[in-house]
């Protein structure tokens, strides 16, 4: 069992570029998110989903979007990155459907370089 | 809004000394709060929930609703200790609002 695994790992871009970073996790989860982590400013969250076929806005939503075709896949695009959107991202799954437990599992990240 | 403070970027103590890491928050509501732990090349991790009011590793934490506040503490620190911590606040609709993070450094 993976849990949650991100792809890819890291990946330099150049400002302008489109980008599609993956999430898939296998624990049937209905909640998924994506944080963005800077130094200084924690974990950010940018989008959300809590079940297939919904998505919302967290904090940070500008300049990124999301899809939620299917319970498993939870992708983040950046439609034309600029450097400020040099982060690391993460991930996250719950089990949205226990209302007092609320326990996020994040997948490994992937470092995001905006030349 | 709702918000998490973490105060300190950076907490740097002796093996066997005790811990503490500072949160507080503003919520309107009734809190729910935890706190996450990432180790070295680890992925982030819950540590614990205070509604379970247990222990982790040592590791326990109080919700004070008085002072708005839920510091995470250790009587002993050790050096497997060592990691970003992050204080975490549940919003409506099941979404976390963390804080800035706090580093911890055990030193031997």
Known sequence: IAGITQAPTSQILAAGRRMTLRCTQDMRHNAMYWYRQDLGLGLRLIHYSNTAGTTGKGEVPDGYSVSRANTDDFPLTLASAVPSQTSVYFCASSDGDRLNYNEQFFGPGTRLTVL | AQ???????????????????????SYSGSPELFWYVQYSRQRLQLLLRHISRESIKGFTADLNKGETSFHLKKPFAQEEDSAMYYCALKEYG????FGAGTILRVKS
Not at chain 2, 3 to 25: I, M, W
Not at chain 2, 94 to 97: A, I, R
């Open chain 2, 3 to 25: 918000r998490v403070t973490q105060p300190e970027k950076l907490l740097s103590v002796f093996k066997g000394a005790p811990v503490e890491l500072k949160c507080n928050y």
């Open chain 2, 94 to 97: 099941n979404k976390l609002v």
